[in-house]
């Protein structure tokens, strides 16, 4: 390993260490702000369907579902956040996170030809997982039998006394010392000592804001130290699947580049250009964005070890059976493996065309209509 | 920038010359030998798929390694090794072209330009073997020397192609012996011009007289 490797891997331990501290940062903030107050707060989710566009929107804005996911264990974690609302918000992350690809897609608007099958590339990814939600959402919500796997999951890997989810493991013990460090950090700036002891909803939110920053910034940090640690095993792997083609081979591709970087967008927008050129098709590259899709929910996994509370593990349990089944049931088959491949195929047909219903069908699909849905659903 | 897949392109670039070795080799010993054309056809359309094939490979590892190193890319390598991939390419073409002459009927075998015909071989042999050697090498001076060598070598097969062209000289076979020549020349300008790639700034590769 080379000095600047060792560096990378340092730099994503290190990183790693700051997004679990600041999970359990946010799980004590919004454990200041009182029982009362986030009950108010969460009410605008109490609808499952709300809380399926929220999990949208959310991604959507901060570009990333791993960010939306790791902060709905932290406050399914802090017991804010019931299970039966967390598990719509987390599927509309899924969905919010597929905007990343899209917009990378427009960056090869000036070729027809290479703009429509980039286009079809990234907005496969759009309609697998609208297709899934639209399949397991009723299904979970209705029989919660999604819910239930996870909830024996969970029972199942505390029962086994897995080291991390126990209250006392080293791991947690360490994010809770690191924890207490920034919180006697902040204690010792006056202005945010005299907050914590006149306004403790003031200071709460100053937590809340400080933990959701540090989610993103750790993250953000993990993500690129990890690609520079991964790229050429990332080349590698696409490479093979290039010459593989598709199939299980490319899923497990798509799975490790992403578990590697913990970032499915990174894994989905390199697809893009590669698609765009015409050197992997979109049949090809379909089974690495659904490998993407089940390597992300690792992120969750990780941030539920921060978490004292085992419903943290649960939801993130659930992400992982959610994503897991969405493969299972759409991509053995042909004829459902090519519903979202053709839709994907056609809309770039009438965008390639008029490239202007590119950017509507953005604005549309990940701004206007989640936006509009929580208005209605509230 | 990741380093090892650009290796990984290099050593495609060299499994490409030593392809082109090989299918130059065939091409030459059907003109200057008596090799049956039968015995060696297959090998050498076969090694020409071989090159294309490679050819692509280099396009397709090119646009994954752009499309993983999006924010740190080096525009001009990859540039310079299009190029390259290009003219390494085209050698095979050409030496397709000079079996195609050996087809016909052909041969250059007996007449008495023989010992000139084969230290021509020989020396546009060894500038194939010169490139793959300086594709792994960053010594400019060796390269500018197999740009130096390769010049000269067009310079003096330009001169032979006039001076047919004009009729100065009276020669068995004057068209085949001009196209002999012309394709000659052509891979001798592809050798060069891959070398440039691996010097030159981007706008002036190929572009050496100018």
Known sequence: MNLKSFKNLSFAILFLYFFLVSIKLLEKGIKTLGAEYTDALFESVSNPFAGLLVGILCTVLVQSSSVTTATIVGLVGSGVLSLEYAIPMVMGANIGTTVTNTLVSFGHARREQEFKRAFAASTM????????VILLFPLDLFTGFITK??????EFILATGFSVTKPN????????WGSNNILDGLSSVPFINNLSEN??????????????????????????????LMLNQIEFGLDKALS???????????????????????????????????????ENAFPITLGANIGTTITAVLASFAVDNPAGLTIALHHVYFNLMGVAIIYPFKIIRNIPINLAKRLSIITAKRRYIAILYVLITFLLLPLLGVVLFN | MSKESLDNIDAKLSEMLINSMHIYDIAMNCLLGDTNLDTVRDDLYAT??????????????????????SRNLDIP??????????????????????????????TFAKGEDLDSYIELRNDIGKLIVYLQSCLNLEDEAKIRDLITLGSSMSSDLDDKITGLL?????????????????YLKRIVSHIVNASTALIMPTDQIDYLDE
């Not at chain 1, 796997?149 to 969970?154: C, H, K």
Request: one cysteine or more; proline letters at 2%; aromatic letters at 8%.
């Open chain 1, 169 to 176: 493991s080293p791991i947690k013990a360490g994010i809770k």
């Open chain 1, 244 to 282: 593989k083609g598709g199939g299980l081979f490319a899923i497990l591709i798509g799975i490790l580049i992403t578990f590697s970087v913990q970032s499915s967008s990174i894994t989905t927008s390199i697809l893009v250009p590669i698609v765009g050129s015409g050197i992997l098709s979109i």
């Open chain 2, 48 to 69: 020409d798929k071989t090159i294309n094939e490679l050819h692509r490979e280099v396009r397709r590892e090119m646009i994954v390694h752009s499309a993983v190193n």
């Open chain 2, 166 to 182: 004009e009729n100065k000289e009276t020669i068995e076979y004057p068209v085949s012996t001009t196209l002999f020549y012309r």
């Open chain 1, 125 to 132: 990814h759009d309609f697998f997982n609208l297709l899934v």
């Open chain 2, 77 to 106: 390598l990859l540039l310079s090794y299009m190029t390259m991939s290009k003219d390494i390419e085209r050698i095979g073409d050409y030496c397709k072209n000079l079996f195609e002459i050996a087809e016909t009927g052909n």
């Open chain 1, 199 to 228: 306004s403790y909803r003031a200071y709460a939110a100053l937590l809340i804001a400080i933990a959701i920053a540090f989610i993103f910034l750790s993250l953000r940090n993990v993500v690129s130290n990890m690609k520079s």
């Open chain 1, 149 to 154: 796997l996870a909830e024996d999951g969970t």
